[in-house]
C-alpha cells in the first residue's frame, strides 16, 4: 500500500509564500512521477503543477507559472511545492499524487492519471 502524507500547508498573507512536502512511502515504487492538484470551495479539482521520475521535466498549470515550483528528492522519496507570491485564489486544498511509470522522462498532468492520492493540506491566502 503506498503512502502520501502532505505537509505544509497554512495562513498566509497574499504575497507570502509556503512550500508543501509531500512524503512517499509503502510498497517499492521502481520509478513514479508526481503531481500536485488543488481543490477550491465550490469548484472542481484543477492541475497545479507535475514533474518525471528523474526531475528534469516538469510542467506547471498557467495560473501558477512564475510563481510555483515543483521539485523532488527522490532519495527522500519527497515531492515539494514552491509556493511563492500567493494570491487569495491559491486558496484551496491541495493534494499530492503519484503513480507508477516505466519512463524517467515522462510526466502526466491529468488527474485520472494518477493511482495514489495524499489526503490533501489546507492552503489559506488572506487579502
Known amino acids: 500500500q503506498v503512502q502520501l502524507v502532505e505537509s505544509g500547508g497554512g495562513l498566509v498573507q497574499a504575497g507570502g509564500s509556503l512550500r508543501l512536502s509531500c512524503a512517499v512511502s509503502g510498497r517499492a515504487l521502481i520509478m513514479w512521477a508526481g503531481a500536485w492538484f488543488r481543490q477550491a470551495p465550490g469548484k472542481e479539482r484543477e492541475f497545479v503543477a507535475a514533474?518525471?521520475?528523474?526531475?528534469?521535466?516538469?510542467v506547471h498549470a498557467d495560473s501558477v507559472k512564475g510563481r510555483f515550483t515543483i521539485s523532488r528528492d527522490n532519495t527522500k522519496s519527497t515531492v515539494y511545492l514552491q509556493m511563492s507570491s500567493l494570491k487569495p485564489e491559491d486558496t484551496g486544498i491541495y493534494y499530492c499524487a503519484t503513480r507508477d511509470t516505466y519512463s524517467s522522462l515522462t510526466y502526466y498532468s491529468s488527474s485520472d492519471q494518477y493511482d495514489y492520492w495524499g489526503q490533501g493540506t489546507q492552503v489559506t491566502v488572506s487579502s
Open positions: 514533474i518525471n521520475w528523474a526531475g528534469g521535466g516538469t
